[in-house]
């Protein structure tokens, strides 16, 4: 069964370090997220991307973020400038057709900043 | 999207079916309900969605009223790794994202 794939599984980094997070979506899926849950906190949207651009981003989803997808096969969430606050399990979700289609998720990125 | 609201948590015995209720009264005709689920800290599993009509896949069934403004989500036979939140979301597709509320702790105990 295909499956969204993250690497790596956990990231530590320094403050102000820049950080990038893989994933590898669903062949052939089409419409591409990020999310962010901070321990204890609910599930978070920051942005979905589709067609080699952004559809949609949250708030949280400032200046110091950026999605690329460098090839036909990873989806990439790079954060410029770490904060302490951005310690968090990162989850990236790929989905196929809109409209009734579902939203498989990976298994994510533990991030931790010190 | 509409709000959805579920009990904080519920228990329920290895074996026996578990009942997760949800409520979204105001639910529009083009939203689906959908079905997650999240153990421990990994990432939110698919279990299953639906329109209108009950629907049942090999992990669960979901039944949802006719007026569509509350639905339960039916594990047939709980087991232990079934431990985990569920959550219940309302969604079109139209805006692409998913809104996760606080969802339901299902534990299965022995």
């Known amino acids: ?114 | 999207d509409a709000k959805t609201t579920q009990p904080t948590s519920m228990d329920c015995a290895e074996g026996r079916a578990a009942n997760l209720p949800c409520n979204h009264s105001t639910i529009s005709g083009n939203e689906y309900v959908y079905w997650y689920r999240q153990i421990h800290s990994q990432g939110p599993q698919y279990i299953i969605h639906g329109l209108k009509n009950n629907e049942t896949n090999e992990m669960a069934s979901l039944i949802i009223t006719e007026d569509r403004k509350s639905s339960t989500l039916i594990l047939p036979h709980a087991t232990l790794r079934d431990t985990a939140v569920y959550y219940c979301i309302v969604w079109s597709g139209s805006n692409y994202k998913l809104t996760f509320g606080k969802g339901t702790l299902l534990t299965v105990n022995p």
């Open chain 1, 1 to 114: 069964e295909p499956e969204v794939t993250q690497t790596p599984s956990h990231q530590v980094t320094q403050m102000g370090q820049e950080v990038i997070l893989r994933c590898v979506p669903i062949s052939n899926h089409l419409y591409f997220y990020w999310y962010r849950q901070i321990l204890g906190q609910k599930v978070e949207f920051l942005v979905s991307f589709y067609n080699n651009e952004i559809s949609e981003k949250s708030e949280i989803f400032d200046d110091q973020f950026s999605v690329e997808r460098p090839d036909g096969s990873n989806f990439t969430l790079k954060i410029r400038s770490t904060k302490l606050e951005d310690s968090a399990m990162y989850f990236c979700a790929s989905m196929g057709l809109a409209g009734g289609s579902t939203q498989y998720f990976g298994p994510g990125t533990r991030l931790t900043v010190l």
